[in-house]
């Protein structure tokens, strides 16, 4: 990176560039990422679909919806180098076909292996949602704006995570679980065009690739990797978002269909109020956090305030009514740790957003890659051999509650590591890369 094109994004005026275009870009950026979490979270409302399928058990199933993380949390450092060396435009527009490509392998799959290899081809394709997003914010708009931007993609996403559980259950009732997946690989394809004809780079004229020369992308990749702090930060995120990854995105549906004695799209809906959550908790952190001029406080609530709702959701004679605004504040409140991303990036230089957000973003996803399958292993070493009329295993209220321990005990060490997450007083500091 020179000292030009560094100077160039610190004192540049973001008030001369259009604020139509700015948010244009960084909208559709957001709009993949609803896109992205809509994939992610719809096996959630195949489960029964799919064991039946490929003839699999709940550790089978968690693993098949956890191939999507394998990649995802394994393409994060690269896909952050890859951002800040060639930027979002294209690499967005290739990610979005990797998408509809993993979904038609997943859609035509007839063997296990081969619906985890579209999974992983989905996960690779993914893996530049969030990263792409930010580094987009960090390039177009002021760093003030940065955590206020992340909350709002945050709400944008889980909104997608709304339609993967509640409207997609129901058309998978419709016109069944390969259909579904094929309406999902054409989404990808439209929006591959889009994204290339709309989104672009940079807020001013200086070509990407002339901001880029001589890069110094392993020396930047150190600075990141070598700070506690980043380590600390992207473990709290990665804890925090063990409920929507474990709860949220697979094994909340199943849960509620036995607890209440719910249909599959019913079970969905209850679920999705957690993505209503985060839709509303996540830009008030952005906001809240920005206005007071601290990181860390709000992300000790947030934290304590997520471990007894967990609690209360799990292991309290909760109705069916209370649970929908018990589900709705667990995602208020665990939306709190998009705060982690914001140090992450105001402990780093500015060119460095993408290979920052990567790194935090492959603790923040692994969460998903152990939580799905640990919850489903312990679900197969409790089960009682009961089966439903269609032949899938049924898990007793008592098992569910055993296996599911796993989530809070993630948010309590999450809690115990606020202390040690230094203040950055929403200010950006001065790092190595700038010399």
């Excluded at 035509?108 to 992983?120: D, K, S």
């Excluded at 549906?253 to 036995?258: A, K, S």
């Excluded at 790194?359 to 923040?364: A, S, V």
């Amino acid at each position: 990176m020179t000292v030009q094109a560094q100077s160039m994004l610190n004192d540049y005026d973001f008030s001369k560039r259009s604020a139509i275009k700015a948010a244009s870009v960084w909208g559709l950026a957001a709009i993949f990422y609803f896109y992205e979490l809509m994939l992610l979270v719809s096996p959630s409302v195949m489960h029964n679909d799919l064991m039946l399928a490929f003839n699999t058990g709940a550790e089978q199933l968690g693993n098949l919806a956890a191939f999507y993380y394998y990649a995802y949390a394994a393409m994060q450092i690269p896909v952050g180098l890859l951002m800040d060396k060639y930027g979002p435009r294209i690499l967005l527009t290739i990610a979005s076909l990797f998408c509809c490509l993993g979904s038609i392998i997943f859609g035509t799959a007839t063997e296990l292996w081969m619906a985890e290899l579209g999974r992983f081809v989905m996960g690779i394709g993914g893996s530049f949602a969030v990263v792409g997003c930010l580094k987009l914010a960090s390039l177009w708009f002021p760093v003030n704006r940065f955590a206020l931007l992340t909350g709002l993609m945050v709400a944008i996403g889980m909104m997608g995570g709304v339609l993967g559980e509640g409207p997609v259950a129901k058309l998978v009732m419709l016109y069944g679980w390969r259909h579904t997946v094929f309406l999902g690989a054409g989404l990808g394809a439209v929006l591959s065009v889009i994204i290339w004809f709309v989104i672009s780079d940079l807020p001013f004229n200086m070509p990407f690739r002339h901001m880029k020369k001589n890069y110094p992308i392993l020396k930047g990749l150190l600075i990141v990797m070598r700070s506690p702090q980043v380590w600390l930060a992207s473990l709290y995120a990665g804890l925090m978002f063990v409920p929507t990854t474990g709860f949220g995105q697979l094994w909340g549906v199943p849960y509620f269909g036995e607890r209440f004695n719910l249909s599959k799209d019913a079970a969905g809906l209850l679920t999705s109020m957690i993505f209503f959550g985060w839709a509303v908790g996540g830009p008030f952190y952005g906001w809240l956090s920005d206005k007071i001029g601290r990181r860390q406080i709000p992300m000790g609530v947030a934290a304590i305030a997520t471990v007894c709702v967990m609690f209360a959701i799990l292991y309290l004679p909760v109705s069916r009514e209370w649970m929908y605004v018990l589900m709705f504040l667990l995602g208020a409140f665990s939306s709190g740790f998009i705060l982690a991303f914001s140090i992450v990036r105001e402990i780093n230089a500015p060119l460095l957003t993408g290979t920052a957000i990567g790194f935090i973003n492959t603790l923040n996803n692994a969460s998903g890659a152990l939580a799905q399958p640990i919850v489903g292993k312990i679900l197969d070493n409790l089960w009682d051999r009961s089966l439903s009329a269609d032949g899938s295993p049924i898990y007793s209220i008592e098992a569910y509650n055993t296996a599911l321990m796993f989530l809070p005990i993630c948010l309590l060490i999450a809690f115990l590591l606020v202390p040690f997450i230094k203040e950055t007083f929403c200010k950006p500091k001065h790092s190595p890369l700038d010399e």
